[in-house]
């Protein structure tokens, strides 16, 4: 009978000694995963349409394994989070002008589309249906990487800037 009682006394003790120690291994990562998309239009490249606009279309991928804070925790993810992605693009001077752009995610579409981003309007934190942001963290979980393409169309020739997608992650991880 004593045993029986030092058991039932023990056993709510170990059982959340090792649910202690499972949380404990878990590992948090705050990071943000990026793909920067360099974009030339040019005369060779682009064709212009009735409305004197240049279309361009680029794409980019960029992996969890390229990211420093997570590469060595790829086979023990257990959740990933986007809280939200900012568009930044560079490059863009005097009167260039990027008329319309769509930001797609294969596997998932578009997830934003912007107008009339030049020099001084060119930093946007698109506000994004929080499925859609669930649905880039299970294309993130199961194929560790994310393909980013931008398409749009611009008012001049030749034109180079960067489209920089930053998506904010939150990540747990843990060996057990």
């Given amino acids: 009978m004593k045993k029986l009682l030092i058991l039932f006394t023990l056993a709510p003790i170990i059982f959340a000694s090792c649910k202690k120690i499972k949380d404990a291994a878990y590992v948090d990562i705050n990071t943000t995963l990026s793909a920067e998309i360099p974009v030339a239009v040019d005369t060779a490249t682009t064709d212009k349409s009735a409305l004197v606009s240049y279309s361009f279309t680029e794409s980019h991928t960029e992996s969890l394994e390229e990211n420093d804070k997570v590469k060595d925790y790829l086979d023990l993810l257990k959740r990933i989070e986007v809280n939200e992605v900012n568009i930044e693009f560079r490059n863009l ?84």
């Fill in 93 to 176: 001077v005097g009167d260039q002008l990027i008329e319309t752009i769509a930001i797609e995610v294969e596997n998932i579409g578009t997830i934003a589309t912007l107008e009339n981003v030049s020099p001084t309007n060119s930093d946007f934190t698109p506000d994004i249906n929080p499925s859609v942001l669930v649905q880039i963290a299970n294309e993130l979980y199961f194929t560790k990487k994310l393909t980013v393409t931008v398409s749009g169309t611009t008012n001049k020739v030749p034109m180079n800037f960067i489209a920089a997608t930053y998506f904010d992650l939150h990540i747990e991880a843990s060996p057990l």
